[in-house]
């Protein structure tokens, strides 16, 4: 007796999206092929996660991205990647959960231009947020590009808990 797998449409638009996000913020910041590999594995996580409609595993995916540009970040790379990784970070984790709701909710609907609104909201707020933890970055006295990340990484857990909500 064959199973038969079912395909859904919805979430589609997210899971491309979240697995292209995922990928360039390990690019960015892959500053060892450890950092790479956890990255990497992350990014397969992340994927796995949507596709399996485990929330579980999309949050230790999400765990193991922000992992990845934490370590770049201790290692020296410049702070604009490290910003711009984060941004990807957040993004790939939200469409990934977007897309996994969506799934579970409306899976036989078209969800192409929800999906598409809320990617750029999502990369309008996060980029907003980057940018002024650029801005504070660049007028410390003396760079302190740490205290502008822990600001873009409270502004990125703000960002996912209202979007949760």
Known sequence: ?????????????????????GT???????????????????????VGGCLRSSRRLLTLAATLLFGCVLTAAVLGVPTP??????????LAYDLAENAL????QVPDAATTRVE????TATTTL???VAGVAYALSSLAPSGLPGVAFLGLLA?????????RA
Not at 1 to 21: F, I, P
Not at 26 to 35: D, N
Not at 116 to 119: D, S
């Open 1 to 21: 007796m064959s199973r038969v797998v079912r395909v859904c449409r919805a979430g589609r638009v997210g899971l491309v999206g979240a697995a292209g996000a």
């Open 24 to 46: 360039g913020a390990v690019v960015l910041v892959s500053p060892s092929p450890t950092a790479a590999a956890v990255g990497g594995g992350a990014v397969l996580a992340l």
């Open 81 to 90: 990647l490290v910003l711009v990784a984060t941004v990807l970070a957040v």
């Open 101 to 104: 709701a969506l799934r579970r």
């Open 116 to 119: 598409l609104v809320h990617a």
């Open 126 to 128: 996060a980029g907003g």
């Open 155 to 163: 502004g990125a857990v703000v960002l996912v808990l209202g979007l």
